[in-house]
């Protein structure tokens, strides 16, 4: 890990913090067996794939987004489509990044 790394970590801690302290829910973008075999206690999980088909439900939340996954790349994707949306949301990463803050 290089010096940048290490302060954007940081950085998304702070965020991290920050959105959980707004009341945000965290929402695992994992498969079925990856959520399975762990998971964030009271997180929300939709697939990646299927996330066009709860968008609807997502927005109904009425709550900000953590979007969290094993390694940070496909809740990357699942944060990029849905900001696209209109939802405020951010990448939280690799769940456990996110779960240590619970």
């Not at 959105?19 to 939709?46: C, F, M, P, Q």
């Not at 009425?62 to 790349?73: E, T």
């Not at 699942?78 to 939280?92: C, H, K, P, Y």
Request: proline share 3%; aromatic share 8%; charged share 25%.
């Amino acid at each position: 890990m290089n010096i940048f790394n290490l302060f954007r970590r940081k950085n998304m801690a702070n965020e991290i913090q920050e959105y959980l302290e707004k009341g945000a829910v965290v929402l695992d973008v994992r498969t079925l067996a990856e959520w399975n075999d762990g998971h964030s206690e009271g997180a929300k999980h939709i697939v990646l794939d299927t996330i066009p088909e709860h968008v609807e439900e997502i927005k109904s939340w009425n709550k900000p987004v953590i979007a969290v996954c094993r390694s940070g790349a496909r809740s990357g994707r699942a944060t990029e489509f849905l900001q696209g949306q209109g939802l405020d949301v951010i990448n939280g990463g690799p769940w456990g990044d996110v779960d240590q803050y619970l």
